[in-house]
């Protein structure tokens, strides 16, 4: 794979795996983390960049499931001063979270260096445009919750689907042609499996059981599992408490494949990947 730049910083695949710290400026994250206020979303963007972290993740609206949907306008007021702030102040990269057209472009004129769309271009195929005019890397997330379900009363994302890598696959297949399509470089392009997306917990297992698989499409692989619903269901442990559940999932993803990890506990995570780096890539 080559080399992908987000901002002034090159990441060299294979190399190590890289670390992107969340920044969730919504009062209604599911993990109980976000911040409301400019000045404590820079604090903690000073303090992950400060505990090893490579790209800071801002995002505005919760994704969790059975969110509520943010305005376009209030999303802007949350995201757009914070990206502002922080973009200015840190060295590393600064990535969006949105599935929002003019968040988007907005974020990246306010210093943003990468988009995170969770729906792969599936909701807004106009961000690849945004990336491809900016030359930007995108970051395209495989999501099924449209055909999928939620358990309200579990608390969990249902699927009906026999083949959960297979139907991963073929999502990520349509998004990645949709981003050439629209001018996107190839190495601009990160791809990212979802879970928690429309799967059960179980699937989500099995996808980091199979990540490897994803090398087939040639493109640089994120995993998010930081404190999801899986670890809940095997560990039946609060967000709050799914430090050592996310850990080895992080380190069993870097043993699969996985390039990108993205993270709520940034200090303890960068720990993890230094040492499955250590094992996987003999570094």
């Known amino acids: 794979m080559k080399n992908t730049q987000a901002g002034n910083t090159v990441f060299t695949w294979g190399k190590r795996t890289y670390v992107m710290g969340i920044i969730n400026v919504s009062p209604d994250s599911f993990s109980g983390d976000g911040v409301t206020l400019v000045e404590n979303a820079l604090m903690q963007a000073r303090r992950f960049v400060e505990e090893g972290a490579d790209i800071l993740d801002i995002g505005g ?18 995201v757009i001063p914070v990206i502002e ?69 579990a608390g969990r994302d249902t699927a009906s689907y026999s083949d959960v890598m297979a139907e991963v696959l073929a999502y990520l297949r349509q998004s990645i042609s949709l981003a050439l399509k629209s001018g996107v470089k190839d190495e601009n392009i990160i791809i990212d499996p979802g879970i928690g997306f429309g799967k059960t917990w179980q699937q989500d297992i099995e996808i980091i059981r199979r990540l490897d698989e994803l090398k087939v499409l040639g493109k640089p692989v994120l995993l998010g599992t930081s404190r999801k619903s899986l670890i809940k ?51």
């Open 233 to 283: 269901m095997v560990l039946n442990l609060p967000a709050n408490d799914r430090v050592e559940g996310t850990a080895a999932t992080v380190a069993l993803g870097i043993a699969h494949g996985a390039d990108i990890v993205r993270v709520h506990d940034v200090k303890q995570m960068v720990r993890v990947c230094k040492m499955a780096d250590a094992i996987v890539r003999g570094i």
């Open 85 to 153: 702030k922080i973009a200015t102040t840190v060295k590393i990269p600064v990535s969006v979270d949105t599935m929002k057209y003019e968040v988007a472009r907005q974020s990246l004129l306010s210093g943003a260096a990468m988009l995170n769309d969770q729906w792969g271009l599936k909701k807004e195929p106009r961000l690849a445009e945004l990336a491809a005019k900016y030359n930007v890397p995108i970051i395209l997330m495989s999501n099924q919750r449209d055909i999928g379900g939620y358990d309200a009363g």
């Open 61 to 78: 609206e919760s994704t969790r499931p059975n969110f509520k949907p943010v305005t376009e306008s209030d999303e802007l007021k949350r």
